[in-house]
């Protein structure tokens, strides 16, 4: 059975991988700027980025458990997986293109438009909070689901496969894993959010972004690469569309 195939360091693996991506970062640097503008206090940055982060987990693992449940539930979770071992493979390929020559050609990215979006929202964010200071909060949480949605084509791979895996076994044994997953996604969302606390400025955590980005890539591709590989190794002979 594939879902026996499915270790706790696979699932911690890919959620490391999927957390380091640049398309992450860069949003959340983006963000801590815009709060750090708009809230004039640490203490409201701090608590607007764990209310980012948070409804970034929630959106998440929603997501996932919709994933999940209609997966398991039409019964065509050999075609799901098969597929998503696929897009982890050619996904990966992108990844480490991009190290070698990152940008050029297609890449993973965000969707169209969707960082013009992002910051024609927070302009309109910053006009309102003038006269309304109070839905500032408010605001940052929906922007939270918002980059979830654009990030999807750049975070996405790694997720889904994960869900291709559980998809396979119990649906009891997926709902912590999928949990875990999200948690450990969100954790350098947190450590970011702490190191603007602490002192660091947006310019230099954009700075170590840009510096350490191909090598994110790199990572990202080559485990990408592996786990489609060690999916497509643990189909059943009896199962493939061909």
């Not at 993973?108 to 006009?127: D, H, V």
Request: charged share 10%; hydrophobic share 55%; proline share 4%.
């Amino acid at each position: 059975m594939i879902g026996e195939n499915l270790t706790l360091g696979v699932v911690i693996g890919a959620a490391l991988v999927d957390s380091i991506n640049p398309c992450v970062f860069g949003v959340l640097i983006f963000l801590i700027a815009f709060m750090n503008k708009l809230f004039h206090s640490k203490v409201k940055m701090l608590l607007g980025g764990l209310l980012y982060t948070a409804v970034v987990y929630a959106t998440y693992l929603i997501l996932g458990f919709g994933i999940l449940k209609v997966t398991v539930g039409l019964g065509f979770s050999s075609t799901v997986y098969f597929i998503a071992a696929t897009i982890a493979i050619l996904a990966g390929l992108l990844e480490v293109k991009d190290y070698f020559w990152y940008g050029k050609g297609f890449s993973l990215q965000m969707l169209p438009g969707g960082a013009a979006r992002l910051k024609y929202f927070t302009g309109k964010i910053e006009s309102m909070q003038k006269r309304h200071p109070f839905t500032l909060m408010l605001f940052t949480a929906l922007i939270g689901v918002f980059v979830v949605l654009v990030e999807l084509p750049c975070t996405g791979a790694p997720y889904f496969a994960i869900l291709a895996l559980l998809a396979e076994g119990s649906y009891t044994t997926a709902v912590p894993l999928l949990m875990l997953y999200n948690f450990i996604f969100v954790l350098p969302l947190l450590v970011v959010i702490f190191a603007a606390y602490f002192g660091a400025t947006s310019e230099n955590l954009e700075l170590f972004r840009q510096k350490h980005r191909g090598l994110m890539r790199l990572g990202i591709g080559l485990f990408l690469i592996a786990l489609g590989m060690y999916m497509v190794y643990t189909l059943p002979p009896t199962w493939w569309p061909f």
